[in-house]
């Protein structure tokens, strides 16, 4: 049968709109959307797949455009074995076009997919090598609703195709890697994990700003000192890249090793500033807010270097700023750094945050900050959990701002009373189960409800499982009983995470289906990413 009448003009019109599409795509789930939304647009075509080259062509990452796997949220990838005798892995392997001009000639070629192509529709088949930078990065996958001759003009069409979706998927390719290692890099500079300090609860929460692969500023800490004392900081180094990482790890350094002489927080100001100035880079700036604990941390002595206040949260009522002088930036010996001392009652939290929180192009710092304070007082209940108010104050700031935005929460929790369990689990299918019975047993020991616990059995059974077909590793289950709420912590020591909010809102760039429900049945949840690996956790409100 011929081929239906292609014009020139027709197909240039394909190539700009492709060209169009893939101008801006950064990464290969942004080359799939672009190419495969492309490709049904030529004539014939009734299906599309993309394939990304792994492995040294061992394995193929594969997505197709018939099976609701391309979505604005994400790309659901497949694996296919790069070995497999398929036109897409053919063309990959011998690094040439694979022309498939019939189902005739596809039964003779290959006979194994003759009916499942023909019940898709099928009829000629073109699978296109793209090859970059000297070698095959991927494959593009064509099936034609009519047999086909594939003349010369339409071969030379269809590499022209090939290879703007190659060049895209190349850029995509080095991105993520050079995403994977900056985030990595930004991760080794944060705390491994916040430390298990008697009378205080933390929680902390960090999202890098930008589309872009440098790593930024933002760091926090917390440090306890020998004689019961604990030392907080979050701090921000003015711009991003290496050489912001890099004055990063350096005043978090020696912020420790300052607060080990004296821990008070304009002399850690006052040193740090002297520091910085004689550095390496002296161009950098550094704002940082430091709040110094005493032994029974009621008392809080806090200074700040250009830094935005930090905000007292009390545990019923509005939060307020803590009244702070505001000294000049770290680095421009333009001190001294004023400290303010004054009251952090039991159930009240100190809320540390950088300026990504407050400030955008289109907010000024007042104006956020005033934001800020209706947002705390709109958590109510939620406020008891300082783990949790930095997760939903952070998923309140759009996706896609540009500077980092980070949270420290202390809470002073001297008199309060939570029940609290540990189980570890090994990365082993059977941790699924064992975490179901742990549940189940330490929560009828509380006397808990029927209901709380088959919820809480559920929902724990479906993070678990995320853990073991995600990261792989062994997982921590922790539960938190306060006043009328549970609290279930499900900790992996993995480098990746895999959850993604139904709202929207993306804690980490994961995904993972059990968390739609996990959203449904609970009254919230989250997830937060340290050195050490992905913390996440849901609460039930408890009757008892």
């Known amino acids: 049968m011929p081929d239906p009448t292609v014009s020139v003009a027709g197909r240039l019109l394909h190539l700009q709109e492709l060209t169009a599409g893939l101008s801006e795509a950064m990464t290969p789930d942004d080359v799939a959307r672009a190419t495969l939304g492309a490709a049904l647009r030529v004539d014939g075509v009734v299906r599309a797949g993309l394939a990304v080259n792994r492995g040294a062509g061992r394995e193929l990452d594969f997505v197709a455009s018939d099976d609701d796997a391309v979505t604005p949220a994400g790309v659901r990838w497949c694996h296919i074995d790069g070995l497999a005798d398929v036109p897409l892995t053919v063309a990959v392997r011998r690094e040439q076009p694979v022309l498939v001009h019939s189902l005739a000639e596809l039964a003779a070629r290959f006979p194994h997919l003759v009916e499942r192509q023909r019940g898709l529709g099928t009829r000629a088949m073109a699978a296109l090598p793209l090859c970059a930078g000297g070698r095959a990065v991927g494959a593009l996958l064509l099936s034609f609703g009519v047999e086909r001759t594939f003349d010369e003009d339409e071969q030379a069409f269809l590499g022209a195709v090939a290879a703007q979706v190659a060049q895209a998927l190349r850029r995509g390719l080095a991105y993520q890697v050079e995403q994977t290692i900056s985030e990595r890099l930004q991760r080794s500079l944060l705390p491994e994990s916040l430390p298990d300090i008697p009378g205080l609860q933390l929680g902390a929460y960090y999202r890098p700003g930008g589309h872009g692969v440098d790593v930024g500023g933002d760091w926090y800490d917390v440090l306890p000192l020998a004689d019961g004392s604990v030392l907080v900081a979050l701090g921000d180094v003015m711009g991003k890249g290496v050489p912001a990482a890099i004055v990063m790890g350096q005043v978090r350094s020696a912020v420790r090793a300052y607060a080990l002489l004296d821990p008070d927080p304009a002399l850690v100001l006052e040193r740090l500033d002297e520091l910085i100035a004689t550095s390496a880079t002296p161009e950098q700036i550094v704002t940082l807010a430091l709040a110094l604990l005493d032994p029974d941390h009621r008392r809080v002595r806090i ?242």
């Open 303 to 544: 200074a700040v270097a250009g830094h935005p206040p930090p905000v007292v949260v009390p545990e019923r009522g509005p939060a307020r700023l803590w009244e702070v002088p505001t000294g000049p930036p770290l680095g421009l010996r333009a001190g001294p750094w004023p400290t303010a001392e004054g009251e952090l009652p039991s159930g009240s939290t100190l809320l540390l945050y950088s300026d990504g929180l407050v400030e955008s192009r289109s907010v000024e710092l007042a104006a956020g900050i005033d934001e800020l304070l209706g947002q705390v007082g709109a958590l109510e209940a939620r406020r008891r959990y300082p783990r949790e108010m930095c997760a939903r104050l952070g998923a309140v700031v759009p996706g896609d701002v540009e500077d980092d935005v980070t949270l420290l929460a202390v809470m002073n929790a001297a008199r309060r009373h939570v029940r609290s369990e540990v189980r570890d689990l090994p990365a082993d299918p059977s941790s699924s189960r064992a975490a179901r019975q742990f549940v189940g047993e330490q929560l009828a020991a509380w006397s808990l409800d029927e209901d709380v616990v088959a919820t809480a059995q559920l929902c724990v059974t479906e993070l678990v499982t995320n853990v073991l077909i995600h990261a792989g590793t062994p997982c921590r289950v922790t539960l938190h009983l306060d006043e009328g709420w549970l609290q279930v912590l499900v900790q992996d020591s993995g480098r990746h995470g895999v959850v993604q909010r139904a709202d929207g809102h993306t804690p980490l760039d994961i995904s993972g289906r059990g968390l739609a429900l996990v959203e449904a049945l609970t009254a919230g949840w989250s997830a937060e990413r340290s050195a050490d690996g992905t913390t996440v956790w849901f609460e039930l409100e408890v009757q008892r």
